[in-house]
């Protein structure tokens, strides 16, 4: 009976666009499902740095590799605003980035595609990223007040990210013809994964109903599919490149680009883990995180020497 | 497999951010270090990465004494009918004004 009213008045206090803070009463489900989701969250900014620090040392020019290194950086830091938020809810860090390293906790799927060329940093920062931006800006409006204002941060410093991966492309696309060619190569493997990036249609999505009603995610994976798409082919038209659908056509009506039919088995695949580079990433962050144990030792020791010279 | 176990959880600071000289310091997120100086430091490389502030306070999240969500009733409550702490409980005359410019 108490659940029944303090359920009620949670779902009044979304319902007039409060957010939830650490220390209010919350649904079990409602704590469970973000802690699930801004996680994840984190874990695709952490493995989000592999693809790219992969290109930091070969980036073509000087303000190429301070740029990748920047964005590699940001993205630390943007793992850690979010584990920082989802520990507000009770989970220590340390078993989040357990369960990511032993491979039960998801990352998004579009980190386990290759990074074959250079025209690829410019497709992560245009479409990539792009589509992470229109997940994220939407998400400012989540109920729950440590994401929403982690989104804020992060919002603020990713709208670089996206625009130098569009220079990139631009750049190539003035270049020679095999340039040309190596921006439109990019543009057809990533732009299938990118579109996948915002999940399965709600019809289809487990957690889409729930996760709408309590505001955790402030609208369906469709329609922000939709804002991303209809942002992006114009900006693909402007370079001369040909978005890889062959369904694509503009709706004068509704005034969007309406889209062909994804390929979900491929999505679903990549998900249980049989993308190309799942296991790859997966073994790379390991190795990073046991490859830096020296690191927290020794803050550990010289933490541990400072106290007994005090005492 | 990493054994995570033996990791140590260093203890959380708060982090608070002057974005300009005179304005009030701001609580911007947290962070897990083992000391005031390695707070300190992190703070400055994840929080200020983009000249977002000027000074940085750090302050161990367990020493930060908070208003409970339940208690949010009978806690406010002494500022709830005191209507007249508000200057526009005042009627003044017309043809005057008593406001400072």
């Known amino acids: 009976m108490e659940d029944i009213k303090r359920l009620e008045e949670f779902q009044a206090k979304i319902d007039a666009g409060e957010k ?4 209010d009463w919350m649904p079990d489900a409602y704590r469970k499902n973000l802690v699930r989701m801004m996680s994840q969250h984190a874990h695709s900014e952490i493995v989000g740095m592999l693809p790219e620090g992969n290109w930091i040392q070969r980036a073509p020019s000087l303000r ?7 964005k590699v950086q940001d993205e630390a830091g943007h793992g850690l605003y979010l584990y920082s938020a989802a520990e507000t809810l009770g989970t220590p860090r340390e078993q989040l980035l357990a369960d990511l390293h032993s491979g039960k906790a998801k990352y998004s799927s579009i980190f386990n595609y290759p990074t074959l060329t250079w025209a690829d940093m410019g497709a992560i ?10 997940n994220q800006v939407s998400l400012i409006g989540t109920s729950y007040g440590p994401y929403s204002r982690a989104m804020v941060r992060i919002c603020r410093e990713e709208a670089f990210h996206n625009r130098q991966g569009y220079e990139i492309i631009a750049e190539l696309c003035a270049g020679t013809e095999e340039q040309k060619e190596m921006a439109q190569d990019a543009l057809n493997r990533w732009w299938w994964p990118a579109i996948m990036m915002f999940g399965p249609s709600d019809k289809d999505s487990t957690h889409s109903d729930q996760s709408l009603k ?8 469709d329609s922000l599919r939709q804002k991303f798409i209809t942002m992006t082919v114009p900006q693909a038209h402007a370079r001369g490149l040909t978005i890889p659908d062959e369904d694509l056509k503009y709706n004068e009506e509704t005034k969007q680009w309406e889209f062909g039919e994804v390929d979900w088995d491929e999505f679903f695949n990549v998900i249980k883990g049989n993308g190309i580079m799942n296991k790859k990433r997966l073994a790379d962050r390991n190795a990073a ?7 927290r030792d020794a803050a550990d020791a010289y933490n541990k020497k400072k106290k007994s010279k005090v005492a | 497999m990493t054994d995570t176990n033996q990791d140590t959880q260093w203890p959380l600071w708060e982090v608070f951010v002057q974005p300009k000289s005179g304005r009030p310091y ?13 707070a300190l430091q992190n703070a400055r490389d994840v929080y200020s ?43 003044i005359p017309k043809g005057v004004n008593v406001d400072v410019h």
């Open chain 1, 20 to 23: 939830i803070e650490p220390k």
């Open chain 1, 64 to 70: 190429r590799k301070l740029i990748a290194t920047a």
């Open chain 1, 125 to 134: 920062g245009w479409l990539v990223d792009g589509a992470a931006m229109v």
């Open chain 1, 214 to 221: 309590w505001k955790i995610k402030a609208e369906g994976n």
């Open chain 1, 289 to 295: 995180h046991d490859n830096g144990k020296w690191v």
């Open chain 2, 26 to 38: 701001q609580h911007v997120g947290s962070l897990h270090a083992t000391d005031a100086e390695h």
């Open chain 2, 49 to 91: 990465r983009r000249q977002e502030g000027v000074a940085i306070w750090i302050v161990p999240a367990e020493h930060i004494v908070a208003s409970t969500p339940e208690d949010v009733g009978p806690f406010f409550d002494p500022a709830n009918d005191k209507v007249y702490r508000h200057p526009t409980f005042y009627k």
